[in-house]
């Protein structure tokens, strides 16, 4: 059986879905391995590299003809056009947001897996988390923009000069991003507080060195497979307004908050923004085109506000980090292609809880339960 590597083509994308460590362990377990030309460029992998661990260079047509094709994002219409029936396409897909590409798969015979879409509280999927180890590294990037962006320490300082007090840093949803966030800014030396709407993740941030906030006007918001339920109208203002009071008396907010397939709720509002004093720094790990957790941020962008609060839209993180972010997607990716493979093909059982969790489309259709209304064959 063929596996094969394409390059990414998404703007701004670095990363790689295979580095040849992985190539060697794919190669042990009976697989061959192609990768196209310069897939691994951006992310400092060089073609030498994946050749000397066993792959096969090859253009991108002949990687697109392989059994199982494996990405990190979505492919484009250029390569959608390029996959056959009874194909493999294992990515981070995104099926909740973008179930039209979900359709042109179905469409196109394609069976789709998404990462994206692991059942991540079974603990055998840990290795296969690819949510997990990406937002691992935003969460620690994160707070390195925020400390570069601030125009004070992060640390105390006690100087010739003066002392300079630590940076109070607030981080608004400690999933694992967050929790990422929150332990770099204190081995920044920041003091740190945090704040989730699942009460639960409490002490894991004060594991990490966070004062935990609670708020007194919105009750627990816990919804199912460990993620946040969208908030009601009513507790979304609520939430809003007695957050603002806290984020007025910090330096620096990192937003992390997500609700899957949602639009990222909207925590940091213009009335917060005007109540921040000029010199404030807010990195929003939501940001994306349809808004993210801070009025006015712009992904990919920063941008300044009239009363001097510099707000980083901080989309695509990973991806700046790319050698660190490829070579745990890699090993993300191949735990889950290894459990899927019985005497050198694969093995889709569709009862399986973990692959029924993946498995976007087959067959011809869309089989994901979360997209069981998107599944209409077309005219
Ligand atoms: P996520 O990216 O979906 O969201 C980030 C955080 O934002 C979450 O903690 C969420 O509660 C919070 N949030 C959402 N709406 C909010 C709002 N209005 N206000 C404040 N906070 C809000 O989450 P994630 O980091 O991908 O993972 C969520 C959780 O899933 C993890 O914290 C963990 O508990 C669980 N998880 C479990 C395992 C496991 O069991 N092995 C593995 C991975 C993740």
């Known amino acids: 059986m063929k596996v094969s590597v394409v390059k990414e083509t998404a703007p701004g994308e670095r990363r790689v879905a295979l580095v040849p460590e992985v190539v060697s362990k794919l190669r042990t377990a009976g697989l061959d391995v192609d990768v196209e030309a310069g897939a691994g460029d951006r992310s400092w992998f060089t073609d030498d590299g ?54 042109a798969l179905a469409t196109a015979g394609v069976t789709a897996i998404s990462l994206d879409m692991l059942p991540r509280t079974l603990p055998r999927a840990q290795p296969m988390d690819a949510l997990s180890s990406q937002a691992n590294i935003a969460g620690y990037k994160a707070a390195l923009i925020a400390a570069a962006e601030y125009g004070r320490f992060f640390p105390l300082l006690i100087t010739a000069a003066g002392t300079a007090r630590p940076a109070r840093v607030l981080v608004l949803g400690t999933g694992v991003a967050g929790l990422q966030a929150i332990g770099t800014a204190r081995r920044l030396g920041a003091v740190v507080s945090a704040y989730d709407v699942r009460p639960e993740t409490r002490s894991e941030a004060e594991s990490v060195g966070a004062t935990f906030i609670e708020l007194s006007t919105i009750g627990p918001a816990s919804g199912d497979g460990g993620y946040a339920r969208e908030l009601t109208e009513d507790e979304r203002l609520a939430q809003q307004q007695e957050l603002a009071g806290h984020i007025a008396r910090h330096d620096v907010v990192i937003t992390t908050a997500q609700v899957p397939g949602r639009r990222p709720p909207l925590l940091v509002t213009e009335d917060a923004l005007k109540a921040m004093p000029a010199g404030s720094v807010i990195v929003d790990m939501g940001a994306s085109p349809l808004g993210g957790n801070v009025a006015g941020s712009e992904p990919g962008q920063t941008v300044v506000t009239d009363n001097g609060v510099t707000i980083v839209g901080a989309a695509g993180l990973p991806s700046t980090m790319p050698t660190a972010a490829s070579a745990m997607y890699a090993r993300n990716i191949t735990a889950l292609l290894l459990s899927l493979i019985s005497d050198g093909a694969l093995a889709l059982d569709g009862d399986d809880e973990l692959l029924a969790g993946v498995i976007v489309t087959r067959d011809g259709a869309i089989v994901h339960p979360a997209l069981s209304h998107t599944n209409q064959p077309e005219a």
């Not at 990405?71 to 039209?100: C, E, F, H, N, Y």
């Open 50 to 103: 994946y050749a000397e661990a066993g792959a096969g260079i090859v253009s991108r047509s002949e990687a697109l003809a392989a059994d199982v094709v494996l990405m990190v994002g979505k492919p484009d219409a250029a390569t959608l056009v390029q996959l056959r029936s009874g194909q493999v396409l294992i990515g981070m897909l995104s099926p909740l947001t973008d179930p039209d590409l979900a359709q």
